[in-house]
């Protein structure tokens, strides 16, 4: 399923929806009922129309990367041992599950 904005003339309102490619809102009472929002005081019966975005792009990153912006990146070696490929100094590079010793520090990365 993919996100589409839809503007309602009525209103001046764009609203983002997730829907499969092929269907089709055309009022905003469907558009509403989609996004699980209020129509408000707009009729349900106002037509919409379906702007063009662009595609919203995947790009892979390094580990380097991933650990630069604050993430963590866990591979499973065993059952319930995992190697912390974005470790930072301090942090263990094993991590069990049944010990919290070997957590990475998420407090220092800025995370709660």
């Not at 055309?26 to 005081?41: R, S, Y």
């Not at 063009?52 to 059952?79: A, H, Q, R, Y």
Request: glycine share 8%; aromatic share 8%; charged share 30%.
């Amino acid at each position: 399923m993919s996100f589409y904005d839809y503007y309602c003339p009525a209103n001046k309102r764009t609203v983002e929806v997730r829907h499969g490619i092929k269907e089709k809102l055309k009022t905003w009472g469907d558009v509403c009922k989609k996004a699980g929002i209020e129509p408000g005081n707009t009729p349900a019966q106002s037509p919409v129309e379906r702007l063009i975005s662009s595609p919203g792009v995947s790009t892979p990153m390094g580990n380097s990367k991933l650990k630069e912006i604050g993430f963590s990146k866990l591979v499973k070696k065993d059952k319930g041992v995992y190697e912390n490929m974005t470790a930072r100094a301090k942090e263990k590079r094993i991590v069990k599950t049944n010990d919290p010793s070997t957590f990475p520090d998420f407090k220092k990365r800025g995370l709660d």
